[in-house]
């Protein structure tokens, strides 16, 4: 097992890194990162472009004049190479598809996220006919030459399943983030909510878009809720950014903060109560990684497909999506009862164990002895109890 892979993105990785850089430490050939395009500027602005990938080789495709010639050189010297590739119809795939067809190599495990579900009714109804011939033909294409899929969560194992990719050769799987253990702990003064009348304070962080983030529903989910309650919104981009900043404006519970750098994220959100994710659609929202990471409770919509660690480690409250009669529910029952803050802390901390950069990388590890080589059973994914 000392074969080279190969690891294609269309950016640089940030949401996966923690265990990818796992894999690119511990693999015993070498391991390479191929970048088609740079991080979005958006992304730079966060603060995503840390230089930090482990072992791992990097190759800049966009930096060089003749990129086919550059990664048919690479390929090359890498006939024998795994490759793992993100998406199936992303444009990193387009690209390294034919190339790697000319070397005849089927060791390839593609990466995806499940497809974009979101809109109005009629539009997700548009969205399910044609998402379920493209990728029908995806998968019947893809399948023959690939040697397995790793599938966001458990709602993209069951939608690629549906597809027609063999279940057998589909791994659930998750984005792993590198994230470090915050120096402080959680601590939520249950006396203060309690005796002294301390507002709950909930925290949003991310874009302003009503279509895929939800924020939209969280703003209408306030004017049902009762109680002594804050929340602070964290963000300030997004197509319906100057929308969102007029409501908060106009508000004396609703607070917003600009930009926090990403590496900053898991310690400041130790100052909530609670984190609210109400999001419509996600391919696996990291937030609930930071926060069961920072031992912070969460209240987040099932279309986070990342809720399934929230649900099977009961670190937080999971509530139906697009609802905005559900998320008040959920950000109620915490105001009425905070007790609960402290239990969803201490279950996070267990959760944190099974999702961490390490576990999750020797997961990767383990699905490519076992769908390249052969080797050993198949892996269980750790984080599902």
Same mark, same amino acid.
């Given at each position: ?314 670190? %937080? ?43 999750? %990388? ?24």
């Amino acid at each position: 097992m000392k074969d080279n892979i190969l690891f294609w993105f269309n950016h640089p990785p940030k949401v996966g890194k923690g265990a990818f850089n796992y894999v690119a430490n511990n693999w015993h050939g070498k391991v390479y990162y191929i970048f088609l395009y740079d991080f979005r500027e958006e992304r730079k602005k966060a603060n995503w472009d840390d230089g930090d990938f482990g072992n791992a080789q990097i190759i800049k495709l966009y930096e060089n004049s003749s990129p086919n010639d550059l990664i048919k050189n690479v390929l090359s010297e890498n006939e024998n190479a795994i490759h793992i590739i993100n998406g199936l119809d992303s444009p990193v795939t387009r690209f390294a598809l034919p190339l790697l067809k000319e070397q005849r190599n089927n060791r390839i495990l593609f990466m995806s996220e499940r497809p974009v579900q979101m809109g109005g009714v009629f539009e997700r109804w548009m969205r399910d006919l044609y998402f379920n011939y493209k990728y029908s033909l995806l998968c019947k294409k893809l399948a023959p030459v690939s040697s397995g899929m790793l599938a966001l969560g458990g709602l993209g194992v069951s939608l690629f399943t549906k597809y027609g990719f063999p279940a057998n050769r589909i791994f659930q799987f998750m984005y792993c983030p590198p994230l470090k253990r915050p120096e402080s702990q959680w601590i939520s003064s249950l006396s203060e909510i309690v005796k002294h009348n301390r507002p709950i304070r909930f925290l949003y962080i991310g874009r302003f878009y009503y279509k895929t983030k939800g924020v939209d529903v969280l703003i209408k989910s306030v004017k049902r809720l009762r109680g002594n309650y804050e929340i602070d919104f964290v963000g300030g981009y997004g197509k319906d950014a100057v929308k969102v900043r007029r409501v908060i404006d106009k508000s004396s519970i609703l607070n917003y903060l600009g930009t926090w750098p990403a590496d900053e994220v898991g310690t400041r959100m130790q100052d909530y109560d609670a984190v609210v994710i109400p999001t419509r659609y996600d391919g696996w929202n990291l937030l609930v990684n930071e926060a069961v990471n920072a031992g912070v409770p969460i209240v987040v919509t099932d279309g986070a497909v990342s809720d399934e660690v929230v649900s099977n480690f009961d670190c %937080g409250i999971v509530v139906k999506n697009s609802s905005v009669n559900a998320l008040a529910k959920g950000l109620q029952t915490l105001i009425d009862h905070p007790n609960l803050l402290q239990k969803f802390h201490e279950n996070s901390r267990t959760a944190r164990k099974f999702i961490n950069e390490d576990v999750v %990388g020797k997961y990767l590890i383990d699905i490519i002895k076992y769908s390249i080589y052969n080797i050993g059973e198949r892996p269980d994914c750790p984080w599902q109890k």
